[in-house]
């Protein structure tokens, strides 16, 4: 059976298409759809930019704040046998460097001005053990080696700390190296570019009976931020005599730190302050270290997200200094107005407590 065939004017109206108007219709039609969709995709896009930087700063404040913690730690270990000696004051000398002062102290807070972040300094020994040794003869500052009861555990190119019985503004801690053993007890430090002269040791020299305190290759770390908002870590370097210096984590923009002191002695902190010990009774009140950092989002907002410098909250039950009622508890500004642009970055506040179990274990 034969289909008919359709009739003239309507082939013909297949045959013409479509109109300029159909078409710009259609098109119309179909740039309203592409706006849609790509305003979708965009404010979807937004969404997860915000997400993802906000995680970005989550995820490097709290390993920045890992690192630091793992560091406190271990701060004070093999250098604080005696508790006498907390605070005292170390001379060394470095042929190429100079002269350097150091605080034997697990934890050094430097606080910064006005607001500004602070920065620690956290010594311990790199050794697995570490006794210390008991000199037992008078060491002059002409001469160029200790002589001690036992020098277990002690080697070539190790530093050991002298530290006096009792310290004070004339009779400080000093900072050698030891280069031999030649047995009998003695431990030369002479030709070893830290210096053994009486820049480094008071004008008596040691008495028999001060401690060496065997510090290995003596880590002392310093922490602080660069102006690129980059948590720096500064490592001594005993050979050169300066320090090497390692960018750890990105888009940290501000770091507080404060002292845990037990102030009564009944064996609980009862009061956080960035004031630094100047006695060595100061010192042994200081039982931990309470840390906060301040990490900023990687992305850049179009619009203002932030109006405030974020609060870290101390709460109530342990007296902060600087801290100011917040609501229904106690806080502290972290300051990061003086951040390019602060406003249009997103901000995650870290904290953490750090006990000094190597003091606490000492008491």
């Not at 969709?37 to 490097?60: H, I």
């Not at 890992?66 to 006498?84: A, D, F, P």
Request: net charge neutral.
């Amino acid at each position: 059976m034969n289909n008919p065939r359709p009739s003239a004017p309507l082939r013909a109206a297949c045959l013409r298409g479509v109109t300029l108007i159909e078409l710009m219709i259609g098109m119309l039609l179909g740039i309203i759809v592409v706006l849609v969709v790509a305003q979708v995709l965009s404010f979807a896009e937004g969404y997860k930019r915000a997400t993802t930087s906000g995680a970005d700063a989550q995820v490097n404040g709290s390993l920045a704040l890992y690192t630091l913690q793992r560091e406190i730690q271990m701060s004070g270990y093999g250098l604080i046998n005696q508790l006498s000696s907390l605070g005292c004051p170390v001379q060394a000398n470095h042929t190429s460097t100079g002269a350097a002062s150091w605080t034997l102290a697990p934890v050094v807070i430097a606080a910064g001005a006005n607001d500004a972040p602070d920065s620690l300094t956290v010594m311990y020994s790199s050794r697995p053990y570490s006794v210390p040794a008991v000199v037992s003869v008078d060491h002059p500052t002409t001469l160029d080696r200790f002589t001690v009861r036992s020098a277990v555990g002690i080697a070539a190119g190790d530093m050991v700390i002298v530290t006096p019985s009792a310290y004070n503004a004339t009779n400080w801690c000093g900072a050698y190296v030891v280069t031999q053993l030649p047995g009998s007890g003695q431990l030369v430090h002479g030709q070893s570019p830290w210096n053994t002269g009486a820049t480094v040791s008071p004008a008596g020299g040691y008495p028999s009976g001060s401690l060496l305190v065997n510090a290995g290759q003596l880590v002392r770390r310093t922490f602080s931020l660069t102006a690129d908002y980059d948590l720096q870590q500064q490592t001594l370097n005993l050979t050169s005599g300066g320090v090497d210096a390692q960018d750890l984590f990105a888009q940290i923009v501000n770091m507080r730190a404060l002292y845990g002191k037990d102030t009564n002695g009944d064996g609980v902190v009862d009061s956080y302050d960035r004031v630094t010990p100047t006695t060595n009774a100061g010192w042994q009140q200081v039982r931990s270290v309470r840390i906060a950092l301040v990490s900023r989002s990687n992305a850049y907002q179009k619009d203002e997200v932030t109006q405030a410098s974020p609060q870290w909250d101390v709460g109530t039950s342990t007296s902060v200094t600087g801290s100011a009622t917040c609501g229904s508890s106690k806080c502290l500004t972290l300051k990061v107005d003086s951040v390019s642009d602060w406003k249009h970055y997103r901000y995650s506040v870290s904290e953490v407590t750090v006990p000094l179990r190597n003091v606490i274990w000492g008491i």
